[in-house]
C-alpha cells in the first residue's frame, strides 16, 4: 500500500491551493483518511479527516478556510485550503486508515509529505 501527496507549493497568504492524496496498491477498503502539518521542530499536528461515510473533521484553525474531501473512485483525497495564513506553512502529511490482508485489518499508512509555504 502506498499514499502519495502532491500539490503543495508556495502561496501568498490570502490564497489557496489543493493538496492531494492517491492511495495505491492492494486493499479492501479505506476506513479514513486525514491531513497532518508537521513543522520543524514539532510534532505532526492533526488538520483535517474524513471517514467512509463522508463524515469530516476539522481543527479548528482550518474549520471554514479549508475542506476536505474523498473521490472514492480514485481512492484519492482532497484538501482545499483557502485564506491561506502563513501559520499555515509546514510539511503536510496523509495518513490513511486501510483495511489488508485477510482477513482484513485496518492499519495506519502515511504518504511521504509535501511542502506548503504560505508568504505574508
Known amino acids: 500500500v502506498q499514499l502519495q501527496a502532491s500539490g503543495g507549493g508556495l502561496a501568498q497568504a490570502g490564497g489557496s491551493l489543493r493538496l492531494s492524496c492517491a492511495a495505491s496498491?492492494?486493499?479492501?477498503?479505506?476506513?479514513?483518511k486525514a491531513w497532518y502539518r508537521q513543522t520543524p521542530g514539532s510534532q505532526r499536528n492533526f488538520v483535517a479527516s474524513?471517514?467512509?461515510?463522508?463524515?469530516?473533521l476539522y481543527q479548528d484553525s482550518e474549520e471554514g478556510r479549508f475542506v476536505i474531501s474523498s473521490d472514492s473512485a480514485k481512492n484519492t483525497m482532497y484538501l482545499q485550503m483557502s485564506k491561506l495564513k502563513p501559520e499555515d506553512t509546514g510539511v503536510y502529511y496523509c495518513?490513511?486508515?486501510?483495511?489488508?490482508?485477510?482477513?482484513?485489518?485496518?492499519?495506519?499508512?502515511w504518504g511521504q509529505g509535501t511542502q506548503v509555504t504560505v508568504s505574508s
Open positions: 496498491g492492494h486493499f479492501s477498503d479505506i476506513v479514513s
Open positions: 474524513i471517514r467512509s461515510d463522508g463524515a469530516t
Open positions: 495518513k490513511g486508515r486501510l483495511r489488508t490482508g485477510k482477513p482484513p485489518i485496518a492499519d495506519d499508512y
